[in-house]
Each structure stands twice: as structure tokens, then as C-alpha cells.
């Protein structure tokens, strides 16, 4: 159970492994995944939907539905790709496929011994979407209902005190290098997460 990293002349269990949820458990496409649409359209839709006003949605502050309403009010062209790209409407056009060796492994690590949390910044259609994947394991904190982001390390302390983590036994994946710095700032360890490799080589895990 669990894997033991070394520091110094220290070996340090690690019992807990968190995942961040988007480019990690599922890849981001947005716009790109409207493969009907031109470049240009692409490129539009892209910033029109992920604005400014898309952090209120990843804070809680509004709702998907909510955010949707206003966007085909003032771009009602888009209707069809909103919908598609925000609330997974469309499953031949999924803007958030799921990394199928990913979800494998999660349940690997799990077999092994490892507790598994999520911390993901994260609207409610997206939780919603991968809820049979995110109430499977052991807990999460995501953005959208605690009202606060990464890397702020508030979010962060609320997983370790919500789920009582020892953060010297926990290892956090996520793809952005200021959310893994956050994370090492509380004592966690925490590594930059690019492709399954960096999992199975932090745990020493097989894959296949």
C-alpha cells in the first residue's frame, strides 16, 4: 500500500494521490471539437464562450444554464455549439472527451492501495458530466462549489482539512505549473502532469 519517496535520508509514504480534472481526466477541446465550423468560427466561438465572464460560472457565482441563456441572447447563431461545447448536449461533438487510460488508471491506483481525490477548477455541467467518474473514489473540491480557485491555496487547504490529509503523504497531478507550486507551498508533493508517464512513474506503477 502506497509507495515510499525519498528525501534525504527520509522515507515518506504516500497514501493520498489528487488529481486535477481538465488536460488531466479528460482533454479540453472547446470550440475545436465543432469540427463543422471554420478556423475563424473557432477561433470566435472560443473567446466569446471562455471570456471574462466565464470565471462567475467556474466560481459558482453562476450557473452553466444561466451563462448559456445569456450567451445565445447575444449570439444566437452559436446556439448549437454552445449548448454542445458547455452542457455536453452533443455526444458526437464532446468538447470534453474522456482520457480512457486515465479513468483505467484512477481505478489502478485505487486497487493498489491509494486513496484518490479530486481538486479541479470546475463548473456544475462539467461535474455533472463526469459525476459517475468523481463520486466512484474517495472525495473532491471543486471550484464551482467552494467559490474559489487554483492556485489560490485556500481551495487547497479546504481538501486537506475536509478529508483530514496529511499533506507530507499526499502527491497532487496537475497541469499547470502555478497549481503544483500552490500545492508544494503546503507541503504537499506535487508534480506537472503532461502524459500518464508522469503518474506511473511517481507511484512506480506499470501500465498495460
Known amino acids: 500500500m502506497g509507495d515510499f519517496l525519498f528525501y534525504g535520508i527520509i522515507y515518506i509514504m504516500i497514501r493520498n494521490v489528487v488529481f486535477d480534472v481538465g488536460s488531466v481526466l479528460v482533454d479540453e477541446l472547446g470550440a475545436k471539437s465543432q469540427k463543422h465550423l471554420t478556423q475563424q ?10 471570456s471574462k465572464e466565464f470565471e462567475a460560472v467556474i466560481l459558482g ?13 447575444d449570439f ?4 448549437q455549439e454552445v449548448h454542445a461545447i458547455l452542457d455536453f448536449r452533443d455526444p458526437k461533438s464532446i468538447s470534453m472527451p474522456k482520457r480512457p487510460e486515465m479513468v483505467d488508471l484512477l481505478y489502478r491506483i485505487r486497487q493498489n492501495g491509494y486513496k484518490v481525490f479530486f481538486l479541479s477548477d470546475m463548473i456544475d455541467a462539467t461535474y455533472n458530466y463526469l459525476r459517475d467518474i468523481l463520486e466512484d473514489f474517495d472525495g473532491g473540491v471543486f471550484s464551482y462549489q467552494e467559490h474559489v480557485r487554483k492556485p489560490n491555496v485556500k481551495i487547497f ?3 486537506i482539512n475536509r478529508y483530514n490529509l496529511d499533506v507530507a503523504e499526499t502527491i497532487f497531478f496537475d497541469d499547470k505549473p502555478s497549481n503544483v507550486d500552490a500545492a508544494k507551498s503546503l507541503g504537499m508533493q506535487a508534480v506537472v502532469f503532461t502524459n500518464i508517464n508522469d503518474v506511473l512513474n511517481a507511484l512506480s506503477l506499470n501500465y498495460g
Open 41 to 50: 468560427q473557432i477561433d470566435n466561438l472560443q473567446k466569446i464562450i471562455f
Open 61 to 73: 457565482d453562476m450557473t452553466t444554464a444561466q451563462y448559456i441563456e445569456g450567451l445565445i441572447k
Open 157 to 159: 487547504e479546504i481538501l
Open 76 to 79: 444566437p447563431q452559436y446556439e
